[in-house]
């Protein structure tokens, strides 16, 4: 276990070392090649089918989130909300 904690790290330190020593036009070309394979992975998957009881869990879920947000921020900040 020790062993595979000390792999992980020795490669996020390596990869952090690349990733400070690239130049800004390798980083632009890498962001430009993330987005193309986004793209492509947008056109093969389509949108899952949704039943009623689904929206519902959905719709239950999301007003769950937004009271905890709400409780949260403070009073003034609640204009961000749409009802």
């Known amino acids: 276990m020790l062993s595979r904690l000390i792999y992980l790290a020795v490669c996020w330190v390596i990869s952090l ?3 400070l020593t690239r130049d800004d036009a390798a ?3 890498e ?4 987005r193309y394979q986004l793209a492509v992975l947008h056109r093969q998957n ?3 089918k949704l ?5 519902t869990l959905l ?3 999301s007003r769950v989130l937004l ?3 709400s409780r949260v921020l403070p009073r003034a900040r609640w204009s961000c909300f749409f009802v």
């Open 31 to 34: 962001i430009l090649v993330l």
């Open 17 to 19: 070392l690349v990733l």
């Open 59 to 61: 719709a239950a879920i």
């Open 67 to 69: 009271a905890a947000i």
């Open 51 to 55: 039943d009623p009881a689904d929206r």
């Open 27 to 29: 980083k632009d070309l």
């Open 46 to 48: 389509q949108r899952p």
